[in-house]
């Protein structure tokens, strides 16, 4: 079955970094046909978009993290990663991996991270 799985999360102080981690096993196909996510959801609030990167290498972030975040992937080694910078305790949340290609998609279990002022 397919597993993505998160790493990377932790708590880290006001202005710190921190390297998600999403390794891919189990696909249909290769993981470089495929469209990978991350989004991320914070108490009481709804699971927005972080960013994504298309299997044609087109980038997409939210308005919240353009500039301190950046995803990039690996397709040899089926990983996604999130290089998140200048973090801020409005970043606390649990991040989720995602992958999409056509009507399929499917999440990671999630990933805590949390900032302290």
């Known amino acids: 079955q397919v597993q993505l799985v998160e790493s990377g999360g932790g708590l880290v102080q006001d202005g710190g970094s921190l390297r998600l981690s999403c390794v891919a096993s189990?696909?249909?196909?290769?993981?470089?046909?495929?469209?990978m996510g991350w989004y991320r959801q914070a108490p009481g609030k709804q699971r927005e978009l972080v960013a994504s990167?298309?299997?044609?290498?087109?980038?997409n972030y939210g308005d919240s993290v353009k500039g301190r975040f950046t995803i990039s992937r690996d397709n040899a080694k089926s990983t996604v990663y999130l290089q998140m910078d200048t973090l801020k305790p409005e970043d606390t949340a649990v991040y989720y991996c995602?992958?999409?290609?056509?009507?399929?998609?499917?999440w990671g279990q999630g990933i805590q991270v949390t900032v302290s002022s």
């Open positions: 995602n992958v999409r290609f056509a009507n399929y998609t499917h």
């Open positions: 189990g696909l249909t196909y290769h993981f470089s046909v495929y469209h």
């Open positions: 990167l298309t299997r044609s290498n087109v980038y």
